[in-house]
């Protein structure tokens, strides 16, 4: 396999990880799987897992032997033929098992899938065209209007959905390869203060303090921004405090409830504070050396709520214990800086390839932390699965393409 | 520079790398609290989550009547359980539950609102059919939080013709567990206790001591095993009680008391005052109560007329009319005011005049010079009217107080109605403070005399009363259990001359020509009592017939007495022709057993002339009454010769 995979002069490191993480990932569907009243849905996941993970290798095979210039050529075709799925979702999407609510699924004949994951890479490839024929870097906000809007429609329909873990990963997307292509910080933490400012404003005092300190740097900053631009920082950052309110109003009960319990999971532990504290009570009932592969009872008693996909790594944490955990994560940090490393090497002429890694990177980065991070509580619950371990066909194949792509794009002259 | 320089990109991928060092270290170091720092709380969380301690209701002590017959035992039931959940989803499962067995939403709010107060969890349905329950397990999944355990469940042998006095179980409500009573160091919600009845009565020796159970469940509710880690403990079984109530002898009852009439029977052992029986009519059927009642038909024992909850045996108040008779009689000797042999002065000639105004007797064609058991044999009013006017109404009042008409009789059941019966003369006025402003004249000892007037009682303490004179004048207190715990009993204070007087007047009631000889003549034993018609607000009215009273006693014949019963029936109208053979009957069911003789049907004298020819045993034992029928039949014939004779009828 090593071999096949140096012929085509792939490599090998990421690779590996990613594969170990998958198999690593079936198992532990396995496991989810073992519970004392069986149930059909999650006992037999690892078996449909492992046919998806057969597809994927497939797939990844073919991807990565097409040519770099196919990818860059179908990059914007692609990203509207997945803006037109995804349209398309709102209008004819379905729920699918756990995540029923979602209206994120498209039926193809006896296939379906998600269409925003293809849009998550096809978001990827239009926007590393488009900052790849940049010379310079990203110092206005004039400048990031385009850029922005090639994330923003993705990221709009995703919301629609509503699906805000997909949203999430295109935030993700959109501000690692910006940053890739040389945007200041500063600037993207501007762009970003509105958002900011939206959570803050549930407290005036808090909100004005915040402001008063917005105002102060675009005063200090007032020599690289336009005044037009500061004021426009300045009016959408009133704009999101004052439509707060009202957002907050017009939130699903169960969106709400996601928030509130975040902040505190006891204040409904047996309505939406269910997940977050079975979940943790599971994972640190795993203590430091776990209760054994299969063998956690919180998850075989059915406690832990969508073990399989969302929670899986409650899985890990309960039977793995804190070293399963710790290594679990030190794979995927592993993986992410292989990808940064990856992209860190390559000549100038390999923007593209360098930023289509950067896109998967901040993809998955977010994918990882809030899916890791709100099985304990850091993270509000979001549905949004951990790459290659979570059960989920479309997902593990589109990253397993992704896998493809960054491999060739880092591999192949142009 | 091109932003793609490599230079730019290590520069970049430095930012990169401690972004990404950051996010997975905060992840770390979560891990690192909840797992490693917090591992051990959460750990006993885990298992505080998953396990649960439950409840194992102890087996009920049986009941058992006086021949060890079972009254009241248990069988296997299935108790169907809810764990705690938001009240959302615990009524979305209860609704849906509802499509598979009995649940009412009445019974459904009441579960949830018992979910909100105690946040544990609730017994959904404590006796649940074996058709709900399969029909759950089937679908186990959609019912998240619901459990079935098998636990005991209360049956009761008797059905309609107990329930009275077995009274019934339930699950303990929110306002008992409050209540002092039920203390909280021995109940808990969920649990089953006595709700009436001996049940009630003897709760704490029939209850035992729950046991507890340590059971993992998942998190649907679903009972994965035993839990191991904590010591479980055995129920305590409760206590099995012994009854005096025969068992037979009130099925008996409930087998001749007419089916459309309603009353009470009490028969009690005259020996110790043991409850042989306690019969109210119509009874209910205590099963029903079992595991909750249904509510149509709960609302149907409430909304029928003939009140079926009702417990005419204990609560009931009725005017005890001529059965009152011996009290004052009793009374009257104990003063010393009278003399058994003594005949009043003034005749009975249909009425009396007193006061202003003419008092009759019940038979207006008068019995003239009575004596005292010729008075109690003829139920002669007039006779009483000059008894109570020698006793005086303030006497009257005293002595009938001081032997407890105005009492309870202390039996051991939770609800006794207490006796009406003026205990002083400042009653009256206290009462209809109208009618009595210048307080009762001596006309009231005349109405008290013959038992009318404001006098209540119920039919088992009239039988407590017959228990007195069945014995030396004392009478202790009615006792269901044995060894019961019950109040004091009463004291008249009798000669044995004066009781065999009284005895003697309610023989005459039963002799050949008395007014209840037909009703009450039997083979073996000798029945004596007295009748008794007893006016109410319809019969005074002429809506209805009056309460028709029999109290008696029997026994082999030339000993003493070895029951005591009395019958009241509702609208019975004669005490002879009605009552009369329901004590009679009952007498004899129950001698007959005591004393190995075959049981009939036919039991009285006037059965048997209805079903035959005069028995043989009847011309032994009552040879006057035997020659009064030959001469009747002998006229009758004489009269129209071609006739068969008539049949007698009762007497008055």
Known sequence: ?414 | MNVHHPHALRRRALGAYVATAALMGILLVGFFRIQVLLGEENRLRASSNRVRTLMVPAPRGTIYDRNGLILADNVPGYQVTILPASVDSARATLERMAGFMDLSNVRIERVLQTLRAYGREVVVDSDAEFESIAALEERRLDFPGIYVEMRPRRRYTLDESAGHVTGYVGEITLGELDSESFPDSLYEAGMIVGKIGIERQYESVLQGRPGIRHVEFDARGRIVGDFRGAEARAPVPGRDLHLNLDLELQRWIHRIFPDTLSGAVVALDPADGGVLALYSAPGYDANLFVGGIDDDIWQALNVDERKPLYDRAVLGLYAPASTWKLAAAGIALDLGVVTPDEVMPEPCTGSMFFGNRFWRCWDPAGHGYNNLAEAIGNSCDVYFYQLGLRIGLENLLTRATDIGFSRQCGVDLPQESRGEFPDRLGWYRERWPELYRYGPTEGEALNLAIGQGPNSQTPLKMAQFYVALARDGSAPAPTIARGGETGEGWELQLQPDHIASLQEGLKMVTAPGGTAHFGTALEHWDVIGKTGTGQNPLSVRGLAEDHAWFAGMAGPPGEAPEIVVVALVEYGRSGGQVAAPIVAKTADFYLRRKYDIPVDTIQTFREHIMTGPIPRWYRERFPAGYRALVQEAQEARDAAPNQVGNRPGGGG
């Open chain 1, 1 to 414: 396999m090593i071999r096949l995979l140096d012929r085509w002069s792939l490599d090998p490191q990421l690779v590996l990880g990613i594969l170990a993480l998958s198999l690593f990932g079936i198992a532990i569907i396995y496991s989810a799987g073992q519970v004392y009243v069986p149930n059909p849905v999650t006992e037999g996941a690892w078996i449909r897992q492992a046919r998806w993970f057969v597809l994927a290798m497939i797939a990844f095979s073919l991807v990565s032997r097409i040519p770099l210039r196919w990818i860059e050529w179908a990059a914007v075709p692609s990203y509207v033929l997945s803006l037109i799925l995804l349209a398309a979702t709102l209008v004819v999407g379905e729920g699918r098992g756990t995540a029923a609510g979602v209206k994120s699924w498209l039926a193809l004949g006896p296939f379906s899938f998600q269409p925003a994951e293809v849009a998550k890479l096809a978001t990827i490839l239009a926007l590393a065209q488009l900052l790849a024929s940049r010379e310079s870097g990203l110092n206005s906000l004039r400048e990031l209007i385009a850029p922005g809007l090639v994330v923003a429609v993705p990221l709009m329909l995703g919301m629609r959905q509503p699906d805000l873990g997909t949203a999430m990963a295109f935030v993700g997307i959109g501000f690692a390869m910006l940053y890739w292509a040389a945007t200041p910080v500063w600037l993207l933490l501007l762009v970003a203060s509105p958002v900011v400012g939206l959570f803050l404003a549930y407290d005036t005092r808090i909100w004005s303090v915040y402001i008063l300190v917005v105002i102060g740097c675009l005063i200090l900053l007032r020599f690289r921004l336009s005044l037009f631009e500061s004021v426009a920082v300045v009016l959408v950052n009133f704009a999101t405090a004052t439509i707060s309110g009202p957002l907050w109003n017009s939130l699903a009960e169960y969106q709400q409830n996601r928030i509130l319990v975040y902040l505190d999971p006891e204040v409904d532990p047996r309505g939406a504070g269910y997940q977050v504290i079975q979940s943790r009570v599971a994972i640190g009932s795993g203590g430091f050396d776990g209760q054994g592969f299969t063998a956690g009872p919180q998850k075989r008693l059915d406690f832990l709520p969508e073990q399989h996909t969302d929670f899986i790594f409650a899985v890990v944490g309960e039977e793995l214990g804190f070293i399963g955990a710790f290594l679990v994560v030190l794979a995927f940090t592993f993986v992410l800086t292989r990808l940064v490393r990856l992209a860190s090497h390559l000549s100038e002429d390999q923007a593209f390839a360098g930023l289509v890694l950067l896109g998967i990177f901040g993809a998955w980065l977010v994918h990882i932390f809030v899916n890791v991070g709100m099985t304990i509580g850091l993270v509000p619950i979001t549905g949004i699965p951990l790459p290659f371990v979570s059960y989920g066909g479309t997902f593990l194949l589109m990253s397993w393409v992704a896998v493809a792509i960054a491999v060739r794009v880092a591999h192949e002259r142009p």
